[in-house]
């Protein structure tokens, strides 16, 4: 399965390439999208992301009036909810003096344990934040994840973790790739791999159970471009 893993992202990246995955100007950036970005459309995220204009900055963050915080981030919904789990996420930053060589020198099971105890932050939020802003190899799952694991299909299991452990198991420890291939999923379930599938010219579609008219049940909740949840 290690190799049909890497021919399900050769075949991926050979149509998209590199996707320069996650669009943001910063490791801090990179955490307030990953909160911004649930339940929300990516072109919601980036008005938020926006209307920050030069306090996009942890300092800055910690500084602001929780009104002021919710104002901000209204494009993005549930703004109330979110913007505590901003102010959350930037103060478990501040332990680390807002530094991210020193935060990502703990060992990622810790790392990953602090953000998971903070209000806000699922298994999703937390590795996206682990492996696109600390750049730990971290495989982050979301439901296009889920989605290529049953049509394709891959013998991952279901929820997010045994698809977590299955490709992380299939794959060499490399956050890079974890990285592309978190993209490349992405793009191609957008492009695609849809809840309504546009199969004909899919990369994948050699494989895919949905070429053979298999009944399938699965929804989506897009990340990045779309929307994002922990649950697959």
């Known amino acids: 399965m290690k ?3 890497m021919r399900v992202y050769d075949r991926l990246f050979t149509r998209y390439g590199d996707l320069g995955w996650w669009p943001a100007v910063s490791p801090y950036e990179v955490m307030i999208g990953a ?3 649930q339940n929300t459309a990516w072109e919601n995220v980036q008005k938020a992301i926006a209307r920050f204009g030069d306090r996009l900055a942890p300092e800055a963050v910690l500084a602001m009036e929780t009104a002021e915080l919710t104002d901000i981030i209204r494009p993005a919904g549930s703004y109330m909810r979110k913007a505590a789990c901003i102010q959350a996420v930037t103060r478990w930053f501040g332990h680390y003096g807002f530094s991210v060589p020193a935060a990502a020198r703990q060992p990622p099971a810790k790392t990953r344990g602090e953000l998971l105890r903070i209000g806000g932050v699922g298994k999703e939020t937390a590795d996206a934040i682990l492996l696109y802003a600390l750049d730990y190899p971290v495989f982050m799952v979301d439901a296009y994840t889920c ?3 049953e049509r394709y ?6 929820g997010y973790d045994a698809v977590q452990a299955y490709f992380t198991r299939n794959l060499p420890n490399d956050g890079a790739l974890y990285k592309h291939l978190h993209a490349l999923i992405v793009t191609n379930a957008k492009t695609y791999c849809r809840k309504k599938p546009v199969c004909g010219e899919c990369p994948l579609s050699g494989g895919c159970l949905r070429v053979i008219r298999i009944p399938l049940h699965s929804d989506y909740s897009p ?9 697959c």
């Open 3 to 5: 190799n049909e893993l």
């Open 35 to 37: 909160v911004l970005t």
């Open 147 to 149: 989605r290529l694991a």
């Open 153 to 158: 299909p891959l013998p991952a299991g279901a």
């Open 223 to 231: 990340h990045g471009q779309g929307r994002l949840s922990d649950k």
